[in-house]
């Protein structure tokens, strides 16, 4: 997932989590919202990647 490469697709979240396409892309908004993803687009593929601040949350919560 994000934690573990750095960026993640909507379809790897989905499958990662098991949950659709139509959660992920509400989820990741809701990240993005409060600052903790941004998401990056090339072409036809966008990237969802954590900001310093997800970051950080993320590696205080797995201590």
Not at 46 to 60: D, Y
Request: proline share 2%; charged share 10%.
């Amino acid at each position: 997932m994000i934690v573990e490469t750095g960026a993640s697709t909507m379809t790897s979240l989905a499958r990662a989590t098991a949950i659709s396409l139509f959660t992920v892309s509400h989820h990741t908004s809701a990240l993005r919202n409060a600052g903790l993803i941004v998401t990056e687009r090339t072409g036809a593929s966008v990237s969802h990647i954590p900001t310093l601040l997800g970051t950080a949350l993320l590696r205080g919560s797995q201590r």
